[in-house]
Nanobody, 116 residues
Framework: QVQLVESGGGLVQPGGSLRLSCAASGIIFSWYSMGWYRQAPGKQRELVALSTSAGSTNYADSVKGRFTISRDNAKKTVYLQMNSLKPEDTASYYC??????????WGQGTQVTVSS
């Protein structure tokens, strides 16, 4: 079975940090680009961060300097370290995996709420 399982979401105060994890199974992990998307109420899903199979990374302008994506190919896990969190970061965060231009694989999502 092909599966992405997210963890690490929760409630955090503004300025705090969270680390999201996404564990993959059923794929040759190193062949895939891995990323994180998020969707807030009333807003379209947006790309937050991407780690390509070639080793490059990309970030949304809104999170540059605050978020870091990393991957551990041996553990088949991708991480999103989120620092200096703001209320506008509140959203459901979804793990994403894609091999080339094939249909992406999506996780179930994990909720991140930034509130005082």
């Amino acid at each position: 079975q092909v599966q992405l399982v997210e963890s690490g979401g929760g409630l955090v105060q503004p300025g705090g940090s969270l680390r999201l994890s996404c564990a993959a199974s059923g794929i040759i992990f190193s062949w895939y680009s891995m990323g994180w998307y998020r969707q807030a109420p009333g807003k379209q899903r947006e790309l937050v961060a991407l780690s390509t199979s070639a080793g490059s990374t990309n970030y949304a302008d809104s999170v540059k300097g605050r978020f870091t994506i990393s991957r551990d190919n041996a553990k088949k896990t991708v991480y999103l370290q989120m620092n200096s969190l703001k209320p506008e970061d509140t959203a459901s965060y979804y793990c994403y995996a894609r091999q080339g231009l094939l249909t992406p694989i999506w996780g179930q999502g994990t909720q991140v709420t930034v509130s005082s």
